[in-house]
């Protein structure tokens, strides 16, 4: 029942971004920023206020609805704030994939402390996110709009790509690259938690917080000191620590060493954050201003793709396997996965 729980906020996410993710450059990157948080909004009032197995469907849906929405828009209207406030500047997709990987890895430890330390912890979360969402939808109505919407639109279509032929397959090679850096952030959201009880034996809370943060922050803080390093030898790196990473955490779940399991984390980590960032830089300087959020609402569908289905095939897998046999298969599933997707991105930024 978690797994279908989890499931309902991918359908969202994916629904969201394909049918409405693009609309950002029709409509306007604030408008539709605003409506996307305050629908996030009414997704932590029905946790709050509908805590049973239907609220819980209902709010993820919602909730991964108006993420689809977040994460395509504000990615977009970052890197063109960037560039008003810093013409010229080289790297207008730092502060967005920053906040991408950042906000993923604070969320995991400060739930952990309320689990851990507060009263109602089931509800607790969503009544902060309450009222920290409600402050972001007036924060973002003073926010300068970066689109010239015109009076007449386009008809309505779905997403899709529009770009010139010749750089559709870098585009698909960016999105393997962020499929493949979300994926391995998925290991660490779906079992990190479970494999510290069950593995290690550490059933802290708190401690499975942190071992989701240090993943996940060691990815936001490698975008920061790498961000100056050439494209290609970032995507190198990142996909060799990545590897070592996906080598670390099987190992030390079968010899239960909590520290290299920590370790791979932060390695796998660093290579996430330099695999992803790379990947949206180049994803986005494919697209023109016109048509910017819609190539960053198809390559995060690619992305949270690769978020979502190695979390539900674990979720299906656990009801058959042990934790540590899961996370083993996992861990060669992705490094043969992330063998394919270094071959496909290195080979189209080649040369």
Do not use: C
């Not at 209207?77 to 991408?100: C, F, K, M, Q, Y």
């Amino acid at each position: 029942m978690i797994t279908v729980i989890f499931a309902a906020y991918a359908v969202g996410v994916v629904a969201s971004l394909y049918l409405i993710g693009h609309l950002s450059d029709w409509y306007g990157r604030r408008r539709m920023i605003l409506g996307a948080t305050l629908v996030e909004a009414l997704s932590a009032f029905i946790f709050v206020a509908w805590p049973d197995v239907p609220g819980l469907i209902l709010a993820r849906l919602i909730g991964g609805a108006g993420v689809g929405v977040i994460v395509a828009a504000a990615t977009a209207h970052l890197s063109e704030l960037r560039l008003i406030a810093r013409p010229g500047s080289s790297d207008t997709t730092l502060v967005s994939t920053v906040v991408n990987t950042g906000g993923l890895a604070i969320g995991p430890v400060i739930s952990g402390v309320l689990l851990q330390f507060v009263d109602s912890p089931l509800t607790t979360p969503y009544l902060i996110f309450l009222g920290l969402l409600l402050l972001s939808a007036l924060a973002i109505s003073l926010v300068p709009e970066t689109v010239s919407v015109a009076g007449e639109r386009p008809a309505y279509r779905p997403q899709r790509v529009s770009l010139p032929r010749e750089s559709l397959t870098t585009f698909f090679g960016a999105t393997t690259g962020a499929f493949a850096s979300f994926a391995m952030m998925a290991l660490f959201t779906a079992l990190g938690p479970t494999l510290l009880t069950l593995a290690f034996h550490q059933p802290s809370k708190l401690l499975g917080g942190l071992a989701t943060f240090a993943l996940l922050g060691s990815a936001a803080a490698a975008q920061v000191v790498f961000h100056r390093l050439p494209m290609r030898p970032q995507l190198q790196l990142g996909f060799g620590l990545m590897a070592v990473g996906l080598v670390f955490v099987p190992v030390a779940v079968l010899s239960d060493a909590l520290w290299l399991f920590f370790l791979g984390a932060v390695v796998g980590g660093t290579g996430v954050g330099m695999a992803f960032r790379s990947s949206v830089a180049a994803g986005a300087a494919l697209a023109e201003p016109s048509v910017r959020g819609e190539v960053l609402a198809a390559l995060f569908l690619g992305a949270y793709a690769g978020l979502v289905l190695p979390v539900l095939a674990i979720g299906i897998a656990l009801v058959w396997l042990p934790s540590q046999t899961a996370v083993v298969l996992f861990s060669a599933l992705e490094l043969a996965l992330l063998a394919w997707a270094a071959r496909r991105t290195l080979s189209v930024r080649g040369s």
